[in-house]
């Protein structure tokens, strides 16, 4: 007790335990990385110099491009500075091969977002989107209410965000978050590492999105560090393993904080922003709040849905044991961290297409339909007798129409489903969704029909339906036994009981919506 009460405060709380790695903690990171090396999560040391050779070259344009806007606009011989600096996985640490790297402009005052787009003028959205000599960048832009930008300038002062347009705050938003999360955590690199095999397992057991209302980068890099704060001296096999304990048993929606908030009287407007579920009623809905640890403070994800909490929740009891197994010696690193199938978990599913009426080459489709397709999950939920819809994060091709997306919603209705009828949700997210085009993206062509699992396969390919690790309910074979016994509420969908009337209502009567 008395080594726990002088233990040094790593955010909002002690620490659980102090312990350090022992010998078995050890071997079981060295195979822990060595799987990571299997999966290909770390990128080949010429991709990392080709990416560190892109970024200086970018921070070099940007200087140039300042330097000279200033001389037309500054009679005086200034060095008006500016940079590109970089954000997301790929400050942190943890990005990998292929993945885009998220980058902002910081320019001084004189030079406004407009210059920005017009020097720039493909782009349209506040972040443009680019490949240079074969990396992916996002690049944000925020103009800073400085004469000069320094090339060490403090970002992580809360004072930088007065008096900057909102797009910029948010902006910088996202770079200031990177510094506090690396500052906020008692060891860097087991950080990196445990982020790095919980990003990969979320990827393969298709929770990790944002957008779908799963888990994004910076949710998962939350979970991590606050693990890390709350066993400070362990190593990543351990920290991967306590993730999942920690949050599998959280109490949602208490939410997850990294340092304490600090008020901002000083900055009103912005302080409106924070996350505060006694001043505004919609933070209060909120079923996972995993807050960003720089001000202002804001909830990472507010599109987490009943389905998707149950689906989180679900996922990381089963990674759980698996870390158990792991640990006894019975399962590997492997087995926790491979992909694993969709469509062996849902007898019932929906497939969701959308079509260009017109092809649009510079349209995403596909990324204007993910944001949106939660809002069909949402009307789903709504009905009381489906206990989880699940979309599948990964998007299909569709075989004979190139210009055709899809994707697959499985459904788990509760046990005493009956006369299951999901005409008048599909209608509305139809309409919904299909006037929202029309204004953004111009005319396309949803389809949505219900699939009976034997016959996705005139959807997708055998490859695909095949794709990935069917799921067992528990690794250990005594727990076998015992899982035949269990509920709805599980992952798997062979052993559950099928609402046999809800099945043949959706199969026999509705197939088309
Ligand atoms: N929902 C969100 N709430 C708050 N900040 C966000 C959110 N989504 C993105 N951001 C900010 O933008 C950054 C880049 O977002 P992105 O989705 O690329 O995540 P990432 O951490 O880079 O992970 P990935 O490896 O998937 O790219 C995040 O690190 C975060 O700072
Ligand atoms: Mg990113």
């Known amino acids: 007790m008395s080594s726990t ?44 110099s080709q990416r560190v050779k892109v970024l200086n070259k970018l921070n070099f344009l940007v200087k140039k491009w300042i330097h000279l806007l200033t001389i037309t606009r500054i009679p005086m011989d200034v060095d008006a500075g500016g940079k590109l600096i970089a954000f997301g996985s790929y400050r942190l640490g943890v990005h990998s091969s292929g993945s885009d790297i998220d ?40 103009r800073l209410d400085m004469p000069t930008v320094p090339d060490n300038i403090d970002l992580s002062d809360d004072n930088i965000l ?4 909102p797009e910029s705050v948010r902006s910088l938003n996202g770079c200031r978050v990177a510094e506090q999360l690396l500052k906020q955590v008692p060891n860097q690199s087991t950080f990196c590492e ?36 709350l066993y400070p001296n362990a190593a990543p096999s351990k920290l991967i393993q306590k993730v999942f304990f920690v949050f599998s048993t959280w109490n949602w929606p208490s939410p997850v904080i990294l340092k304490h908030m600090e008020n901002r009287f000083d900055m009103q407007n912005l302080s409106q922003l924070v996350w505060d579920p006694r001043r505004n009623y919609a933070d209060r809905l909120h ?8 001000f202002p ?59 260009a009426e017109k092809e649009k080459e510079d349209t995403d489709f596909a990324g204007f339909f993910e944001s949106r397709i939660r809002q069909l999950v949402q009307l789903l939920e709504r009905n009381s007798q489906v206990q989880i819809a699940q979309v599948n994060t990964r998007k299909f091709k569709a075989p004979f129409s190139p210009g055709k997306s899809q994707w697959f919603i499985g459904l788990e209705f509760i046990q005493a489903a009956k ?17 929202q085009a029309k204004e953004k993206i111009g005319t396309v062509q949803i389809d949505a029909a219900y699939v009976k699992k034997s016959k996705l396969i005139t959807y997708i390919s055998a490859a695909e339906l095949k794709r990935g690790k069917f799921m067992k309910k528990d690794t250990s074979p005594e727990k076998e036994n015992a899982n035949r016994k269990r509920p709805t509420t599980t992952q798997s969908g062979d052993d559950v009981k099928k609402p046999r009337t809800a099945f043949n209502s959706i199969g026999s009567v509705q197939t088309t919506f």
Request: proline fraction near 4%; include cysteine.
């Open 419 to 435: 006369n299951l009828d999901l005409t008048e949700e599909i209608k509305r997210f139809k309409k919904i969704i299909g006037n």
């Open 162 to 165: 007065k008096n900057l347009d």
């Open 103 to 142: 980058t902002l402009v910081l320019a001084p005052r004189h030079v406004t977002r407009l210059d920005f787009i017009l020097e720039n003028f493909t782009a349209f959205v506040p972040i443009m989107t680019f490949k240079y000599s074969g990396i992916d960048i996002d690049l944000l832009f925020a």
């Open 297 to 355: 403070e804001q909830n990472s994800t507010h599109n987490v849905s009943r389905s998707t909490l149950q689906v989180i929740q679900n996922e990381m009891k089963e990674a759980f044991k698996i870390c158990e197994h792991v640990q006894k010696g019975k399962a590997t690193w492997k087995d926790l961290l491979e992909e694993t199938n969709f469509f062996c978990k849902y007898r019932h599913l929906i497939a969701v297409s959308i079509n």
């Open 287 to 294: 079923l996972m709040p995993i807050i960003t640890p720089s």
């Open 194 to 229: 445990t982020l790095r095999a919980v990003k990969l397992w979320a990827k393969n057991h298709g929770i990790y999105s944002n957008a779908i209302g799963f888990f994004g980068g910076i949710a998962w890099a939350i979970l991590v560090a606050r693990t890390c704060q």
């Open 5 to 48: 009460m002088s233990a040094p405060t790593f955010g909002i709380s002690q620490p659980i335990s102090m312990d350090f790695p022992n010998k078995k903690d050890l071997l079981l990171n060295k195979s822990l990385t060595e799987t990571l090396k299997s999966f290909n999560c770390f990128e080949p040391s010429e991709e990392t």
